[in-house]
């Protein structure tokens, strides 16, 4: 059976942009990234179908989820044109629904990720407040077998030190220094060219769900649990 979109073709395009990664090769080639970006949307619409059959996503397409391979070099040092991967990134829907999805395909380096990349100054405020006030919910997600299988451990950037307002002995300050609270998963380009790996990473993104609605929970209640928005 003929699969229904072709990560090789990515996969392929993204070694040799690595190799040439200046316009010139790039118009040259556009045809064939066209292609693989192609086969990239057809894969993204699949896992966006799959998503919304157990979550609402703002999102409205495969298309719309992508982001584009050129790179912002304005206030870069590294002035390549071109990144070196292709991804994308699913919203979740409505105001109680908080966090997103992203995907992310590159050789060697393939994975999915959920979570919050760049929680506002209130949004990580609130969070810690949350955490302090009683860490054992978010710690019992993190410890649980199933968790711990996908993902292994919470990842982003931490503070070295303990937050203002906090001690360095709170029982959660491993929590509580953290500024990004992200769950990744890599896949090999063996998975990621597999006819099936639609279906891999929407299941991956189903097992971030402990996780994120936990994070919408706290992020729109007080810390008695009344909704900040009725």
């Known amino acids: 059976m003929k699969a ?15 190799k040439n990664n200046d316009r010139t090769w790039f118009t040259t080639h556009k045809a064939d990234y066209e292609k693989a970006f192609g ?5 993204a619409d699949l896992v966006l179908t799959d998503l919304k059959k157990q979550d609402d996503i703002e999102t409205p397409s495969g298309k719309k989820s992508l982001f584009r391979i050129y790179n912002d070099v304005r206030f870069s040092k590294d002035k390549s044109p071109y990144k070196l991967n292709l991804g994308g990134g699913f919203r979740r829907a409505t105001a109680l629904r908080r966090g997103g999805y992203y995907f992310h395909i590159q050789p060697g380096n393939s994975f999915v990720a959920g979570g919050f990349w760049g929680p506002s100054t209130p949004d990580l405020s609130h969070i810690r407040q949350q955490i302090a006030a009683d860490p054992e919910p978010l710690t019992g997600i993190l410890r649980s077998k199933s968790f711990k299988k996908t993902f292994g451990t919470l990842q982003g950037e931490q503070l070295k030190t303990a937050p203002r307002g906090y001690t360095a002995d709170h029982p959660a300050i491993d929590l509580l220094r953290c500024k990004q609270l992200i769950v990744r998963h890599d896949f090999s380009d063996e998975e990621v060219m597999h006819p099936s790996f639609h279906k ?3 299941q991956t993104f189903h097992d971030m769900r402990p996780f994120l609605d936990y994070m ?9 649990g009344i909704p900040l928005h009725q």
């Open 39 to 43: 086969e990239l949307i057809v894969f």
């Open 216 to 224: 919408s929970e706290i992020l729109t209640t007080d810390l008695n």
């Open 4 to 18: 229904a979109y072709n990560l090789s073709l990515p996969l392929a395009f993204l070694k040799k942009i690595k």
């Open 200 to 202: 891999k990473v929407a």
